[in-house]
């Protein structure tokens, strides 16, 4: 009996076993990460938009956009047009400039003997070709003159056919040595239609090709423009971590020195007068006089003194009255 008892004291006191609490781990994957959207700038509108499909279609088909890139068109069409006629203007000065050296130059080869030996190779090519070959050289060939026209044309009139001068007015009715018939100022005339025709023409040609090749021009820069534009801009280099406490912020900016600057003296060009100025005038106030005015007592009464005595009963009226009162 005594070890069972002994038995059941050891089973109560046995020592609890205490286990450490281990927390769950999680393992977080980073799988979807937020990015801000991108934005395109328009060169034709000065503006920036959203850089994706529908907000760069939704721009172009703008009716702003439109007239931006018409604006510029014309403009970029004057500029190519203005360029054009300075560069030909230039171009033909040139060639008149080169022209007149190279005359001079050859003046100065035939003129002078004892030249470099450039200059006389020139000089005997000169005379070993001959005078055409000098003229072709020289200059370009001499333009040969058209024979006179005569001065004299033949008028029609009801009465008859006359003779007119066109350099004097003087009309005649005999025929002169040499004048113009009808028929020969008639074809006169058809010529010089046709000539100024053929001319309009080589205009118009002229001026349709300056048109292409303006036009051409404008669409070259216009693809560049938007060929830059649609262009990816740069990503910027991330930022490096800063290290440390963050530094103190400053809403209002930094604190600046204040410097006075000096005024500098205008001067007016005032005429300068010969007198002095005279000094401002000072009021001087006048000292007021007090007078005094004088009173004699000629007799201090015969009778006693006395004294006025209090009066009692004037002021009841505003003193507090007995309500009740017993008949």
Known sequence: MATNAN???????????Y??????????TMTEYWKSQGRKYCE??????????VSVSFHENGKRHKEAVAKHISQVTKRSAKDFKQKEKMDDEIKKMEAAAM?????????????????????????????????????????????KKPVWH?????????????????TTWDPP???????????QKIKEEEKTKKQAKIDVKLKKQKHKESMKEVKAHVSR????????????????????????????????????????????????????????????????????KERTVESLGDGPVEFKKRKLGHNRKHMRQKLDTDD
């Open 7 to 17: 038995e059941k004291r050891s089973l109560a006191f046995v020592e609890p076993v």
């Open 19 to 28: 286990k450490i609490y281990e927390p769950p781990t999680y393992i977080v």
């Open 44 to 53: 034709f509108c000065k503006c920036w938009i959203a850089d994706n499909k």
């Open 103 to 147: 005359a001079a130059y050859l003046k100065d080869v035939e003129n002078n003997v004892d030249a470099d030996l450039t200059s006389q190779t020139l000089n005997q090519m000169l005379n070993d070709a001959g005078g055409s070959a000098q003229g072709d050289t020289k200059a370009p060939a001499p333009i040969v003159q058209a024979s």
């Open 154 to 170: 033949e008028v029609k009139s009801d009465d008859g056919n006359y003779f007119w001068n066109i350099e004097n007015n003087e």
């Open 177 to 187: 040595d040499e004048y113009l018939s009808l028929a020969q100022q008639e074809e």
């Open 225 to 292: 423009e938007s060929m830059r534009s649609r262009a990816a801009p740069p990503e910027p280099a991330p930022a490096a971590a800063v290290c440390g406490p963050a530094p103190a912020a400053r809403p209002y900016g930094t604190w600046t020195t204040v410097v006075t600057e000096p005024v500098e003296a205008v001067d007016l060009q005032l005429p300068k007068s010969e007198r002095p100025k005279p000094p401002p005038p000072v009021l001087v106030e006048p000292d007021e006089r007090l007078q005094f």
